[in-house]
């Protein structure tokens, strides 16, 4: 279990979470999820985490902040035990909203370069949310999987927005509603991958890059991405806000409680 | 000639039509242009059938709706005696707009997963139209042609707004404008199409995977899809309204009713 | 030097200017960069050249302008020696805006199919302009490079726009935040470029194709792109007039001043 974060974000105070590592070097903030035996599946916990390190990531001297997985996937997307875990099947925040509207924001709002260094396959929320990165470097090894439909549930991470904006409609709903999971050079070809790299190399070549891009001057990189993002980001808020509005009545269906509990008796089965 | 339809688009009375064909299996409805002779070329009446069809298909029990064509060709678009056939050139409603305007709008408003499978040529409005499907999978024989601009015509079916917004205005003028008729490769490349599949191939695979795509959750699909739509269903409106208002100009034009004139005096000397 | 234009842009009254060149013929009006000697970077006159010549070919009987570069390059982009020609460093119209601004503007409004052949490299405002042509072919000689941050500049003609929605956002960002140069093939892929040619047919191919569609009906090539720019075109000013409010704020941050100053001296160490 990782421990509490001991930190409400403040410079130079990352959380301390054993899930969700930080590290700072060469003008880069890494913020990687670690837990590698449950192919990086987000806890409650880990959503917490997560918003910690990207408020310390944002505030902190770095000039890029770079998402990552540990282990051969970069995450197999939200742990499907959260919705079990959770009498009644949702927590909601205190104010009354889905914690994903807020986690989504924080994604939406960050003020630097954001880049996914995307080291094997991804699943569902940590899919969408790519669409709100800046670059997002994969290897060939990656997949790209949003099987929203077959458990019942929504697309959220303003995908509902931004994979249509991307790739055209008649690609990206073939991933979000029909569930169709795509290679990285797919990926790549629709837009939603910067650039595909032989997993051999991956993680030399990306990086070398990345330190390159870092040695930009850290303000006008700041500024041209609040240029890009101003342009749309009262449109992302609102996007995000009616993804969670009908992800709420999702949740607690008929469709999506008989899928989650198929899912975790084909587990026990096995 | 294509009998008239004798019904309003109620549950279980799909249109009785030679020339727009209507079946239902396997969780999917399918809409079928059938004038092969005449490359399914649409006629005014065909265009209120279909209007049935897309009425009883989104009522019916089915979860995915398909359009496809009859024959060699997907269709030809616009039969161009449409405008021969009704002296004055242009019939409008009843509202007063062009007939047009509303069998665009059924489009926009359609509530299920709407698919193309573009088993041949496919011509005009049958091209523009895509824009607002939800996938497009096509035969290596299709081909994609828009010649507005050479029948003194402008862009319908929103493509004045989806086909800039899914390959680029510098793509989508070149086919808008210019008329450059591009190949089924070229349309998936730009992602106006899905993908492409082999011709001998075609409707073995892709019938193969719409039938597996069928069995998801059907609200959760419908539900998608309504958040998908949602966040420029407002804008389409727009862009049809305008567009169908300078298409109204359009055809009342010299240089459309010489275009025209020059067609059916080629088609003559033949 | 390159002699002041002598006209306001009326019809058949082009500028008379020697690094701006302008012919008509075909139904193409064609503006040519023409600075080879200095890979047609653009001064402050060239900028009110290009005005007149765009002014000029918006109202004369042609149906399509052209916009090209003379010599190995397409153009280098601003000449940063504009910079530093004007004390302070800036230089504002009289009604108190960048340039740039009204620039940029007349890009937008430009009536007419306006397509760029990208004979060579483009950098900085030559390459974030084509998000606003209608069609772009190029080269395969040619490359596109954006390095706004290197130069502690921000993105401009509407790029922070047009390219996150021709490309997505994580192959724009690559290009306007990181500088990364693309090839010809690459700009095609992405959808800023229409179509590559072999640079040694490329002239030959690409104003035969030319010829062609500018026999179409001029009116309805006109109105076509009136519809298609209608449905953003209040976006693009809105975008052009804040890219232009952060740039009179960068060009005199420290972070530009030096590089510019960086620039110069590594130029006269050579």
Same mark, same amino acid.
């Given at each position: +279990?990782?421990?509490?974060?001991?930190?409400?974000?403040?410079?130079?105070?990352?959380?301390?979470?054993?899930?969700? !590592?930080?590290?700072?070097?060469?003008?880069?903030? *890494?913020?990687?999820?670690?837990?590698?035996?449950?192919?990086?599946?987000?806890?409650?916990?880990?959503?917490?985490?997560?918003?910690?390190?990207?408020?310390?990531?944002?505030?902190?001297?770095?000039?890029?902040?770079?998402?990552?997985?540990?282990?051969?996937?970069?995450?197999?997307?939200?742990?499907?035990?959260?919705? $079990?875990?959770?009498?009644?099947?949702?927590?909601?925040?205190?104010?009354?909203? !889905?914690? !994903?509207?807020?986690?989504?924001? $924080?994604?939406?709002?960050? +003020?630097?370069?954001?880049?996914?260094?995307?080291?094997?396959?991804?699943?569902?929320?940590?899919? *969408?949310? !790519?669409?709100?990165?800046?670059?997002?470097?994969?290897?060939?090894?990656? $997949?790209?999987? *949003?099987?929203?439909?077959?458990?019942?549930?929504?697309?959220?991470?303003?995908?509902?927005?931004?994979?249509?904006?991307?790739?055209? +409609?008649?690609?990206?709903?073939?991933?979000?509603?029909?569930?169709?999971?795509?290679?990285?050079?797919?990926?790549?070809?629709?837009?939603?991958?910067?650039?595909?790299?032989?997993?051999?190399?991956?993680?030399?070549?990306?990086?070398?890059?990345?330190?390159?891009?870092?040695?930009?001057? +850290?303000?006008?990189?700041?500024?041209?991405?609040?240029?890009?993002?101003?342009?749309?980001?009262?449109?992302?808020?609102?996007?995000?806000?009616?993804?969670?509005?009908?992800?709420?009545?999702?949740?607690?269906?008929?469709?999506?409680?008989?899928?989650?509990?198929?899912?975790?008796?084909?587990?026990?089965?096995?």
């Amino acid at each position: +279990p990782s421990p509490k974060s001991s930190s409400s974000g403040a410079i130079g105070n990352p959380p301390k979470s054993e899930s969700v !590592l930080m590290t700072s070097r060469d003008g880069i903030t *890494t913020i990687t999820l670690n837990r590698p035996a449950k192919k990086n599946a987000i806890t409650l916990q880990m959503y917490e985490d997560i918003l910690l390190a990207m408020n310390a990531a944002s505030q902190d001297d770095s000039t890029i902040t770079v998402f990552t997985g540990n282990g051969e996937y970069y995450s197999s997307g939200n742990d499907l035990a959260n919705f $079990t875990d959770n009498p009644g099947g949702l927590k909601l925040s205190e104010d009354g909203n !889905l914690p !994903l509207r807020k986690f989504v924001d $924080t994604f939406i709002d960050f +003020p630097k370069p954001l880049v996914a260094v995307v080291n094997g396959p991804a699943v569902g929320i940590t899919v *969408t949310l !790519l669409g709100l990165f800046d670059a997002v470097y994969a290897s060939d090894r990656a $997949t790209f999987h *949003t099987p929203f439909s077959s458990l019942g549930l929504s697309p959220e991470g303003c995908s509902s927005y931004t994979f249509p904006k991307i790739m055209g +409609p008649s690609k990206a709903v073939e991933m979000l509603i029909f569930g169709k999971k795509i290679t990285a050079r797919e990926a790549c070809a629709r837009g939603l991958v910067t650039e595909v790299f032989p997993d051999g190399t991956f993680q030399e070549e990306v990086w070398a890059r990345l330190k390159a891009y870092a040695k930009n001057p +850290p303000n006008a990189m700041r500024i041209a991405k609040q240029v890009i993002r101003s342009s749309e980001k009262e449109k992302l808020h609102a996007v995000n806000a009616e993804e969670c509005r009908i992800l709420e009545e999702r949740v607690l269906s008929e469709e999506c409680i008989n899928a989650v509990l198929n899912f975790f008796s084909r587990k026990a089965r096995l």
